[in-house]
């Protein structure tokens, strides 16, 4: 038998439901804060990565699926969204229309990362990037819609953490300051991996996911001054942003994020459910991205969520994307009502499943309470007669009789109420 492939899982009916909401919910949010969707290729050429991800970062060096095609090309499987983003911001010219966007994706992602809980080879990600500004108050609202979209999908319990990682003349200090710190006897204790950072990137030696790394990095590096003045106020205002808008947050100086074109403000979500791998999103400033891939010189900040791991953290139902009512009918004369009754419900948007397998009563309350339905209608002999059907809340177990006639009035009721919490 023929398996998905390992790091890989298929969405089933139980969860799709809930993959939905989540996206409904972002989408709604998102055109609430005007953006846009953009929908880019899964295929790019590796170049586009290599050269704005980093060369030294692990994505590049470890993790990206690339293969040379039929045409001799270099082509990789997207391992994240906002160079692919970018890629097309430029080569569409949408910087002519309006050089400030704001634009969405909704998408799988491919990393070649050893399968674990909560790191899959295929990952889906939320990502926005609002391109061409450098005002401070963008960053705010980046975070803002971040926690604004994991509050309303319900998950509870992250944290926000910030980070000022200063511009590119900053990250340099930094990176001095760092390879000084750690070309010593300090060095030592660092993996293999870091210890080949430390000469080619040293900040990537911060993001190490390590945990003998991590232990060192911070026993050794408490706080280092390399932010210049006008990047310092620039984060300043950040937070006063952030402050306006009531936001819990907190300060990390070992946030850096795995991907080189980072500057300013970076920050991650983090969620304990998760474990060791605690990030539910991040996302910050690349403001020398645009021009470094040959387009305009212009500002821009984002993030992406991942729906995965926010699916890991969520306590819900996995019933909840049942249908409205489950008809269960007894005998021929209820079936042939019962069917016709189906096309009303549905032509009125109301979702409704029937049995098809002529089962029992008993079997089919059961099959009505598996798919999660939230109603079961009921119609036997003696309701044909009667020319009324009872209605099961499956949630109450309360019953009661309506007329044939009045139906659709009725259950659109219920399942008002039942929407209402009441």
Known sequence: MIKAIRGTKDILPGESGIWQEIEKISRDNLKLFGYQEIRTPVIE???????????????????MFSFVDRGERNISLRPEGTASIIRSYIENNLDK?????????????FRA??????????????????????????DAEVIALSAKLLDEAGVKGYRIKLNNLGCREDKKKLSKILKEIFSNKKGEHLCEDCKRRIKMNPLRVLDCKNDGCREVVRDTF???????????????????????????????????RGLDYYTRTVFEITHGGLGSKDAIGA??????????????DVGA????????????????DKKSNGPDIFIAAIGDAAYAKAFGIINDLRNNAISCEIDYEKKSLKAQMREANSVGAKFVLIIGE????????????MKTKEQSSIKFENIIKEIASALAMTKRGL
């Open 222 to 256: 408490k706080e280092a001054v390399f932010i210049c003045g006008e990047c310092k106020t620039h984060f300043e205002e950040v937070l006063k942003f952030i402050d306006m808008l009531n936001i819990k947050y907190e300060i990390d100086p070992y946030i850096v």
């Open 113 to 138: 990362e050893r399968p674990q809980a909560g790191r899959l080879r295929q990952f889906h990600q939320i990502g926005v990037e609002a391109i061409g500004s450098l005002h401070p108050a963008l």
């Open 301 to 316: 900040c984002g993030f992406a969520l991942g729906v995965d791991r926010m699916m890991m953290i969520l306590d819900r």
């Open 283 to 296: 996302g910050g400033r690349y403001d020398n991205l645009s021009l470094d891939m040959g387009g305009p």
């Open 45 to 63: 050429e590796t170049a586009l990565f290599v050269k704005n991800i980093g060369e030294e970062t692990d994505i590049v060096t470890k993790e």
């Open 97 to 109: 229309t309006s050089q400030f966007r704001k634009l969405y994706y909704i998408g799988p992602m």
């Open 382 to 393: 003696d309701e044909i007669v009667k020319g009324e059907a009872a209605l099961r809340d």
